[in-house]
C-alpha cells in the first residue's frame, strides 16, 4: 500500500495554484464540503493525492483541524477512528482504522488494545463512550482538557499536548528507533510498579513501543514534532491514510 509522506511544508492558497502547481485549493475545498456521492469523492481525493501529494497531504489537514475545531482535545484526537462521528470508539472501527493506515492484522490488533483495551475491560462494553474509554486508560493524562467541553480548552490542551511532545522529542530535529526505545524505559522509570501490575507495565511498554515504531514507519521513516502534533490535533492519520478510506470520513464530518 502505498503512503504520503509527511515532509512537505505548509503552503499557501497562493503557492499551491501558482504556476509551478495545478491544484486548485478553492475547488479542493468545495468537492470535500459538497459532493454528494462518497464514490466520486473517493475517486477525487485518490486523483489529487496521485497528482498533488504535497498539497493534498496539507490541504486534507487544514480541513479537517477546522471541521474538528469545536470538539474536545479527545475527540479530535481519536476522529478518524469514529467514521461515523458518533462519539462512539467501537472495538473493530478502530481495528478497521488501523488497517486503513495500512497496518497489518496483527499490529491493528494490538495497536486497537493499546487504544481502548482498559476502556473495553473497565465499561465492560465493546462498544463505550470516548470519555469513558480515555478516564480509564489514562486517569491522570491530562483527562480534564480532553475531556471538558469548553471549546476554550483546546488551546489548554495544546499547550499541555506541545509539553509532552516536547519531552519526546528532546530537543531532537527526528526521532530514530533508539529514541523511542529510550522514552519508553523513561516511562517505565518514571511509573514504577511491582507485583502483578509489573506485567501489565510490561506489556504496555511493548505495545508503547510498537506504536511508535509503526507510526514512525507510516510517516516515511521519521517523526517530527510536527507530525506528533498533528496526531494529538487530530488530523494526521487523514493525511496519510489511502485517499480512498477518507471520503466516508469526511462526509461525517459536515
Same mark, same amino acid.
Given at each position: ?7 512537505? *511544508? #505548509?503552503?499557501?492558497? /497562493? ?6 502547481? *495545478? ?5 479542493? =475545498? ?8 462518497? /464514490? ?9 493525492? +496521485?497528482?498533488? @501529494? $504535497?498539497?493534498?497531504? $496539507? ?6 483541524? /477546522?471541521?474538528?475545531?469545536? =470538539?474536545?482535545?479527545?475527540? =479530535? ?8 462521528? *458518533? ?11 488501523? &488497517? ?11 495497536? *486497537? ?15 463505550? @463512550?470516548?470519555?469513558?474509554?480515555? +478516564? ?15 471549546? +476554550? ?8 499536548? /506541545? !509539553? ?8 531532537? %530535529? $527526528? ?9 519508553? %524505559?523513561?516511562? $517505565? +522509570? &518514571?511509573? @514504577?510498579?511491582?507485583? @502483578?501490575?509489573?506485567?501489565? #507495565? ?6 508503547q513501543i510498537l506504536a511508535f515504531t509503526n507510526l514512525q514507519d507510516i510517516c516515511g521513516g521519521k517523526l ?8 494529538? &490535533? ?14 466516508? !470520513?469526511?462526509?461525517?464530518? !459536515?
Amino acid at each position: 500500500m502505498h503512503f504520503f509522506l509527511n515532509n512537505s *511544508t #505548509q503552503l499557501s492558497d /497562493e503557492a499551491t495554484s501558482s504556476k509551478s502547481s *495545478t491544484f486548485l485549493p478553492k475547488a479542493f =475545498r468545495a468537492a470535500l464540503e459538497h459532493m454528494k456521492s462518497e /464514490e466520486l469523492l473517493s475517486k477525487y481525493l485518490q486523483k489529487q493525492a +496521485k497528482l498533488h @501529494p $504535497e498539497e493534498y497531504h $496539507e490541504a486534507i489537514q487544514a480541513y479537517v483541524l /477546522e471541521k474538528l475545531t469545536d =470538539r474536545t482535545g479527545l475527540m =479530535r484526537h481519536v476522529s478518524f477512528f469514529d467514521p461515523d462521528n *458518533t462519539s462512539t470508539l467501537s472495538f473493530l472501527n478502530v481495528v478497521q482504522g488501523f &488497517r486503513d493506515l495500512g497496518f497489518s492484522a496483527f499490529s491493528a490488533f494490538g495497536m *486497537t488494545c493499546l487504544v481502548m483495551g482498559g476502556g473495553v475491560m473497565g465499561t465492560q462494553k465493546l462498544n463505550p @463512550p470516548v470519555e469513558e474509554v480515555h +478516564k480509564l486508560q489514562h486517569p491522570l493524562f491530562h483527562t480534564a482538557a480532553f475531556n471538558q467541553n469548553q471549546s +476554550k480548552l483546546n488551546q489548554a490542551h495544546d499547550k499541555l499536548v /506541545e !509539553r509532552l511532545v516536547d519531552q519526546i522529542m528532546m530537543g531532537r %530535529d $527526528e526521532i530514530e528507533k533508539q529514541d523511542i526505545l529510550a522514552f519508553a %524505559d523513561e516511562v $517505565e +522509570k &518514571r511509573h @514504577p510498579v511491582a507485583g @502483578p501490575s509489573k506485567i501489565g #507495565q510490561s506489556i504496555l511498554k511493548q505495545l508503547q513501543i510498537l506504536a511508535f515504531t509503526n507510526l514512525q514507519d507510516i510517516c516515511g521513516g521519521k517523526l517530527t514534532k510536527k507530525d506528533l502534533m498533528d496526531l494529538y &490535533r487530530g488530523t494526521l492519520f487523514y493525511a496519510i491514510a489511502e485517499p480512498d478510506t477518507v471520503a466516508h !470520513r469526511v462526509m461525517a464530518m !459536515r
